[in-house]
């Protein structure tokens, strides 16, 4: 695999990327990149993060980046570099000479390589270094805050720091199923988190709305959340799961209450199982509608009262059929204001994701629109935090 530019061949270029890698800084992964690409015979590469809020993709710099030779972020929604990000193919600009390759962590949008120069054609050699750059920028994410400064664009509030520092990726999945969230404002919410992951072919879902939205709120999240997660990784079922964080809130943090949904769907079945405390109904979406009251169920108590110990919430059961959508959201999605008093409501809500959706657009793609819809609503003006949790079954055929 060597162009006729005399580049090297791709699996010692990117073994060449690793080794040097361990002991690298965010600033020395940046450059270690553009190397690798200049050594593979496509030109020079430069890293593209995306926001925290999915809005602008700006360039992770690299040593000697001064002034105006300085980089320009790009807007997600109006620029090739965006369309990349937003679709997750490749794009290249109409001389030829410059490509945008998806950054993807799994099924989780990260941001977008730029190369550019004569080779940006080898898209084989380019997908492959975009892969590794993620990775490495994914890894050195828990330990490096240039990474983590070049996801913001505005200071985080304590309690937002707090419960993003708790959450899972904003989007996992597999070829069976997948599932992706949104959560505003990002850099000021209270008391909401989600929590989602894939146990031996089972997809494991949590969406919480802590009372407040103050630093206790943060922490009576977070703790709810780690309630939750140990619950699960002992092996306990749902209803267990909904009791420890009951007596969780109860014993430590007595006067914060939480709404909640707690589900699991079987990813080779289809069996959807959920239990539902004080929160809104989750919505199921089939064959581009909603079908009225699917998952709507009696209510059952808020968690942290102490009434779901011992004797632990109902838990309830549905059959998804094959391309079914789950919908769980809080109540500041449908009931933020415009300033002259509508409601988002519901069927704007279910609308956007089905419009979303039916347009070509993936889950995590939909929600950024759905959270841009809801935004704009309000003038970028939540009074209350607003979080979205799309889950899809897509079994094989």
Do not use: K
Not at 28 to 43: H, K, P, T
């Amino acid at each position: 695999m060597v162009s006729d530019g005399g580049a090297e061949e791709l699996g010692p270029v990117l073994a060449w990327v690793l080794d040097r890698s361990h002991q690298a800084s965010a600033l020395d992964v940046a450059e270690l990149i553009d190397e690798a690409a200049r050594r593979l015979g496509i030109g020079s590469a430069r890293l593209f993060l995306a926001d925290i809020q999915q809005l602008r993709l700006n360039p992770l710099p690299r040593p000697g980046d001064r002034g105006p030779d300085a980089p320009a972020s790009a807007d997600i929604d109006g620029s090739l570099a965006g369309l990349a990000y937003r679709t997750q193919r490749v794009q290249q600009n109409r001389d030829g000479d410059t490509s945008w390759f998806p950054m993807t962590d799994g099924v989780e949008r990260i941001g977008v390589m730029q190369v550019s120069g004569p080779g940006t054609g080898r898209t084989e050699a380019g997908r492959a270094l975009a892969s590794l750059a993620t990775l490495l920028v994914v890894s050195q994410s828990s330990h490096d805050d240039l990474l983590v400064r070049h996801q913001r664009t505005s200071p985080m509030s304590l309690q937002a720091e707090l419960l993003w520092a708790f959450l899972p990726p904003r989007t996992i999945g597999t070829t069976r199923a997948t599932s992706a969230a949104m959560l505003e404002p990002a850099y000021d919410i209270g008391g909401d988190a989600f929590d989602h992951t894939f146990v031996d072919g089972t997809l494991h879902l949590t969406m919480l709305d802590a009372m407040g939205h103050d630093l206790a709120s943060g922490g009576a999240s977070a703790a709810a959340v780690a309630a939750c997660r140990a619950t699960r990784r002992s092996g306990s079922a749902l209803p267990s799961i909904a009791t420890t964080i009951d007596r969780t809130l109860a014993r430590w943090i007595p006067d914060r209450l939480m709404t909640g949904v707690i589900a699991e769907l079987d990813t080779h079945s289809g069996d959807f199982h959920w239990i539902n405390c004080g929160h809104p109904p989750p919505l199921l979406i089939r064959e581009g509608r909603v079908l009225p009251r699917a998952l709507e169920r009696d209510a059952e108590l808020p968690l942290g009262l102490g009434f779901h110990d011992p004797e632990p919430p109902a838990r309830h059961h549905v059959r998804l059929q094959p391309g079914d959508r789950v919908v769980i959201h809080s109540d500041g999605v449908t009931e933020a204001r415009s300033p002259d008093g509508d409601l988002f409501g519901e069927d704007r809500l279910t609308d956007t994701v089905i419009r979303s959706l039916a347009s070509g657009h993936n889950a995590p793609e939909s929600l950024r629109r759905l959270v841009q819809n809801l935004l704009a609503h309000q003038e970028h003006r939540l009074r209350d935090d607003a979080t979205i949790l799309l889950a899809e079954w897509h079994p094989a055929p």
